[in-house]
């Protein structure tokens, strides 16, 4: 993470708050993060309104007056922090640093200035996310050379785009496909566990060998799962591992029933009257292509 619900959710916060206001400062606080186009550094976003903000699979677009843009990504452990002088602090991305920290800390890389007293903190701790300024004239071609595939919860995506994107990676497992940007954008570790686990289909089994239905029950289920992450701006996990919500700000987001839930009982065996609470298959982790899995040995038989 973060994934795409954690970055469409907290995008879908930032717009009404940013979009129109003027950027007053950047600070750049980690050089080797940092990417300008030539002849251009921090100051050149000065006095620029953010017109729009996009997504492309899990990157941001800020679209900027003056022929601009800032193009983020928060790579595995990026977090985005908004703050401002009329509501709570908004926090989005990785879970750490946790919400109530000063900053900027030891894992701030950038700040972003806004009118009206508004923040906006990018930290990260593991140092991979990055930002770029560029010439809006360019954002399209930056965008199309990362090569993302179709994105699961715009207009249009389908069992047909679906079953089309997998053909094409047959000989590999399912889920090593779902996560391949190319193939579709902005899934990863979370969200192709927990869709395989409702469409009932082991991760490990080949993409070649999904047929019509299985394709058709895994387009519903990914799409399902990611309308329910993306409004409150995904699930909440600390250190890889699915944690209780104890607080109305989280609320809604204790939905996971497979990533990070190992040795909890299959509540999709519960439900269909296969097993009860005691006697119920629970959910293992394993490796599939070299991420943690989590699945349920029952319901997705393995190949």
Known sequence: MP???EVEGFRRRLVPVAVGREVTGLAVF???????ASGLDAGSVKGATIDAIDRAGKMLVYRLSGGLALAMHLKIAGQ?????????????GHPYPRPGIELP???????????????????????FGWLRLMPLTEVDLFVASHDYGPDPIAPGFSDAVLGSRLSMRAGRPVKVALLDQSCIAGVG?????EALYRARIHPRRLAGSL??????????????????????????????????????VDSGRDFLEAH???????????????AGLDDAPRIVRTVVGGRGTYLCPICQTEP
């Open 3 to 5: 994934e795409l619900p």
């Open 105 to 127: 800390d030891t894992s701030t890389r950038f700040l972003i200035e806004l009118s009206g007293d508004v923040r906006l903190w990018f930290n990260d701790q593991r140092r």
């Open 80 to 92: 985005l922090v908004l703050e401002r002088p009329d509501g709570p602090r908004l926090v989005g």
């Open 189 to 193: 570790n979370i969200y192709a566990d």
């Open 211 to 248: 047929d019509a239905r299985d394709i058709a029950r895994l387009t519903v289920e990914l799409v399902g799962i990611l309308n329910i992450a993306v409004p409150v701006g995904g699930a909440l996990m600390r250190g890889n591992r699915k944690v209780d919500v104890d607080s109305e």
């Open 260 to 274: 990070g839930c190992a040795g909890a009982a299959c509540p999709r065996c519960i439900a269909r009257g296969e």
């Open 30 to 36: 980690d050089e080797k993060r940092w990417h300008p």
